[in-house]
Nanobody, 115 residues
Framework: QVQLVESGGGLVQPGGSLRLSCAAS????????VGWYRQAPGKQRELVAT???????YYADSVKGRFTISRDNAKRTLYLQMNSLKPDDTAVFYC?????????WGRGTQVTVSS
């Protein structure tokens, strides 16, 4: 059974940075692709970054150049480094496989970008 626990969110000013973490079971890291998703108020959940088993990363246009997805297999942790944050980045962030598995959604971590 895969369990995903996101952390690292918070309140940050525009232009600031945060690093999100996703603690996961070994099974999760053996998947072909894993990703970070976000859901802003009143909007559908969207995929913002993907990391393949082979180490390739892909990003939504809205975060390209600002966000970096990475993993530490020894720590069984997936990361999302977010720089140059904007108010439009305000959302609850989740990790999951790509494509996502419904039963694996965690509680997410809230990111609020505001002055």
């Amino acid at each position: 059974q895969v369990q995903l626990v996101e952390s690292g969110g918070g309140l940050v000013q525009p232009g600031g940075s945060l690093r999100l973490s996703c603690a996961a079971s070994v099974t999760f890291f053996s998947l072909n692709a894993v990703g970070w998703y976000r859901q802003a108020p009143g909007k559908q959940r969207e995929l913002v970054a993907t990391l393949t088993f082979g180490g390739r990363s892909y990003y939504a246009d809205s975060v390209k150049g600002r966000f970096t997805i990475s993993r530490d297999n020894a720590k069984r942790t997936l990361y999302l480094q977010m720089n140059s944050l904007k108010p439009d980045d305000t959302a609850v962030f989740y990790c999951n496989s790509d494509p996502p598995v419904g039963q694996w959604w965690g509680r997410g971590t809230q990111v609020t970008v505001s002055s």
